[in-house]
Structure formats: C-alpha cells, structure tokens
Nanobody
Framework: QVQLVESGGGLVQAGGSLRLSCVASGSILSINAMGWYRQAPGKQRELAAIISGGRTNYTDSVKGRFTISRDNAKNTVYLQMNSLKPEDTAVYYC???????????????WGQGTLVTVSS
C-alpha cells in the first residue's frame, strides 16, 4: 500500500505565501515524478507544477510565483506558493508516479487533497 499525505493548506490573504508538503510512504521502489494538481470550485482538475529527474514544469498561471522542489531521501515534494491570488483558491492534490515494490510496475497514486483559500 502506498500513501501520499499532504499538509500546509489554509487561509491566506492575497499576496501572501503558503508552503505545501506531500510525503509518500509504502511499498515504493523509486519515484519517477511528483506533482501538484489543483481543482477550483466548478472547474476541472489541472496540473499546477511537476518535477521529474530534477526538471520542473509549471502551468502558465503560476510561473514565477510557485516553486516545486523535492527531497528524494524523504520521498517528499514541496510547493512554495508566493504572491497568492484569489484565483489560486482550490483543493491541491499531490500525485506521484512510482515503481511499485510489489509488482515492479509504474503506477500513480493521489493524496487526499488540501484546501488553499486566498481571500481578496
């Protein structure tokens, strides 16, 4: 069983900062990519940022404001969010693409989500 546990969400005023963390645990042989997705009320889930092999990619709306980083030794991914805007309000989900220790196959796992609310 593989589990992702997110933390760090909350309420912040526009212009403020938050840092999200996501820790992966369980039968993981290795992790390929880790990312943060978000789903705003009434909208589809979208990719916010992803990191794989040291390379990062961001959706246009967060470039220059969000930074994704990873601690491989701790199987942890972070999302530093600065200059937050009300439109960043969403549930943020962590995702990992990993090599399963039991099956030796790559598969995806999702966290339960953490709510970020940015007030104007």
């Amino acid at each position: 069983q593989v589990q992702l546990v997110e933390s760090g969400g909350g309420l912040v005023q526009a212009g403020g900062s938050l840092r999200l963390s996501c820790v992966a645990s369980g039968s993981i042989l290795s992790i390929n990519a880790m990312g943060w997705y978000r789903q705003a009320p009434g909208k589809q889930r979208e990719l916010a940022a992803i990191i794989s092999g040291g390379r990062t990619n961001y959706t246009d709306s967060v470039k220059g404001r969000f930074t994704i980083s990873r601690d491989n030794a701790k199987n942890t991914v972070y999302l530093q969010m600065n200059s937050l805007k009300p439109e960043d309000t969403a549930v943020y989900y962590c995702n990992a693409n990993f090599l399963d220790l039991g099956t030796f196959k790559y598969r995806d796992v999702w966290g339960q989500g953490t709510l970020v609310t940015v007030s104007s």
